[in-house]
């Protein structure tokens, strides 16, 4: 199982930290993503890790993807945040271990969803 938590409401170039902590496995050799879906729109590929960290154009720069394998946590670190970041967060283990994607359909477990909130 992924919890997802941290999201909240916040003002433009602020920043949040969402955590994914995982429960009744090791998701060490697993790629963690974070995707986002704001209203009326399809879900968004955010970032991934596994060995590598990889993110889209849209935060690269600006959001920053950490894990803590003791804590088995991921992290998504938000800085700058603008008004169009506004979404549900959610992280998704890969359904295969050593391998990572971009496809949302390539990840089994998800978390609920934490909601952020970017007002200008």
């Known amino acids: 199982q992924l919890q997802a938590s941290g999201g909240g409401l916040v003002q433009a170039g602020a920043s949040l930290r969402l955590s994914c902590a995982a429960s009744g496995r090791t998701f060490s050799s697993i790629a963690i993503a974070w995707f986002r879906q704001a209203p009326g729109k399809e879900r968004e590929f955010v970032g991934v890790?596994?060995?590598?960290?990889y993110y889209s154009d849209s935060v690269k720069g600006r959001f920053t993807i950490s894990r803590d394998n003791a804590k088995n946590t991921v992290y998504l670190q938000m800085n700058s945040l603008k008004p169009e970041d506004t979404a549900v967060y959610y992280c998704a283990a890969h359904r295969f271990p050593y391998t990572i994607s971009r496809d949302d359909s390539d990840y089994a477990y998800w978390g609920q969803g934490t909601q952020v909130t970017v007002s200008s």
């Open positions: 890790i596994r060995t590598g960290i």
